[in-house]
């Protein structure tokens, strides 16, 4: 499939870029797939562009990225967008088409600017991969995050006894900045203490346990969000060191989801790779300090 990405800086000038592969990342850092250093309005890896076909194109922003993305004059995040639609990041116009440049413009010469941007990404693509050890970042790209709680109980357990619930869940969820998955089970015997004693008949307490397992619930969710955002800004960031600690985080997290999960695989493949790229750039600090 013929896929272009036309951009259109602030002086007019037009670059056309050929789409290789199923999807190319636009941005200012070298490592991306159209590299275009110079704009400043652009984040590392500010596009994500994926070509589907007769569908159109899928688009996605970075998260976190200080110059929004405008479709038709209002904020885009993700989704799919028409072939030609026209896409504004600052000063920046940029183009997706399906259609080959004119007769006349496929006879000119390449611009030698292009073929510089191309070695440049070529050269940057190749150190990141003796960085991470040959290994490429995988693409989450349409991966929905499942959530952290899947099955939360509602009966109460079998010789189940309610105080002692409630004080383990209380344990729990005073660990929860410390470890990540006791604030997952928190919730759990929140929930498992709340059923007991509304079975005892004290719905006082009941409604006390699930307004605190409610509680725990909504911290575990918000601080899951907040450390995905973090995650995504590390990683188009080559911040190796958090976003290997964010990682590791999100899969404390998502100890009850199945392992079988795309996005729990995903985040695992790139939990290994951030981890090696972090070991190595910290070995070559090491021995700078020699």
Known sequence: MDAFVEVVKPDGTQERYPVEGAQVTLGKSGTAGISIPTANELELEHLLIAPRGKEGVWVSTSQGALTPTLLKG??????????????????????????????????????????????????????????????????????????????VPSTCPANGDARDLEYRAHSRGDRFRYELRDGVEAVKLYAQAAACYRGAGDVERATEMERQRDEMREAMDA????RRLRMHHALSTENWEEASVEARALSSMLVEVPDDNAYKTWLERTRRIVQARYDKSRESRRKKRR
Not at 80 to 87: G, R, T
Not at 94 to 111: H, L
């Open 74 to 151: 209002k904020p885009f995040v993700n989704g799919m967008v028409p072939w030609q639609a026209e896409l504004v990041i600052g000063r920046i116009r940029i183009r997706v088409t399906n259609k080959r440049a004119s007769a006349k413009g496929e006879g000119q010469q390449v611009s030698p600017v292009i073929v510089l941007a191309a070695v440049v990404v070529l050269a940057g693509a190749a150190w990141m991969m003796l960085k991470g050890g040959g290994q490429t970042l995988p693409s989450a790209e349409g991966l929905e995050p499942p959530p952290i709680f899947t099955d």
């Open 223 to 226: 601080d899951y969000a907040a």
